[in-house]
């Protein structure tokens, strides 16, 4: 008897075999979800940022003497708005853009860090007049995007509103409206 007894317990029954193979199998399924769950972090900031439109919003009239265009712009007046700009706004039509205001002049340096979108940058020298134009950026890029002239305005319009335009070096800002209600 003691002999059949410990044959048993040499040979696990099948069930107890069927049994451990199904808690390793979900033992290690769980450790992937758990795996697969950390990795599964935000990819930017853009999943928990907020981005609202600026307060200080105007009518801009850009171009020249025979064609201007008129476009609704969000003014970043402080550091800390010109800091946000338009990151991770994933809407943006073809006449609302946003103009960044630096005083006193200055070489102004732009990026493209977490902003979704495409946009196409025009250098404005103090004068109101077009120093540069940089189209179609690329979203996220971490690159100084440079207006290489000493400027006071950056205007960023969704890419294609240059070519739609015709705007080039050498047109100028007309005309800068209040909207009603705003700032």
């Not at 048993?8 to 069930?15: A, D, F, G, N, W």
């Not at 390793?24 to 795996?35: D, E, H, N």
């Not at 950056?154 to 705003?182: N, P, Q, W, Y």
Request: with cysteine; glycine share 6%.
């Amino acid at each position: 008897m003691r002999s059949s007894l410990s044959c048993q317990l040499q040979k696990p029954p099948k069930i107890w075999v069927i049994f451990l193979l199904f808690c390793a199998t979900l033992l290690a399924l769980m450790g992937a979800t758990a795996t697969h769950a950390q990795q599964k972090q935000p990819l930017s900031m853009c999943d928990t940022f907020h981005n609202p439109p600026m307060e200080t919003r105007r009518v801009l009239t850009i171009g020249n003497a025979k064609k201007s265009v008129k476009v609704n712009i969000e003014v970043a007046l402080t550091m800390e708005e010109r800091a946000r700009g338009l990151m991770c706004r994933t809407d943006l039509t073809d006449t609302n853009g946003m103009m960044f205001f630096f005083s006193p002049p200055q070489v102004i340096s732009m990026w493209m860090k977490n902003t979704p979108l495409s946009l196409d940058m025009v250098f404005i020298a103090q004068s109101g007049d077009i120093i540069k134009i940089v189209e179609n950026t690329t979203p996220y890029s971490e690159d100084f995007i440079s207006s290489e002239l000493e400027g006071m305005f950056t205007l960023e319009m969704k890419a294609g509103f240059v070519k739609r335009t015709g705007l080039k070096v050498g047109d100028r800002m007309l005309s800068v409206e209040a909207v009603d209600g705003a700032k």
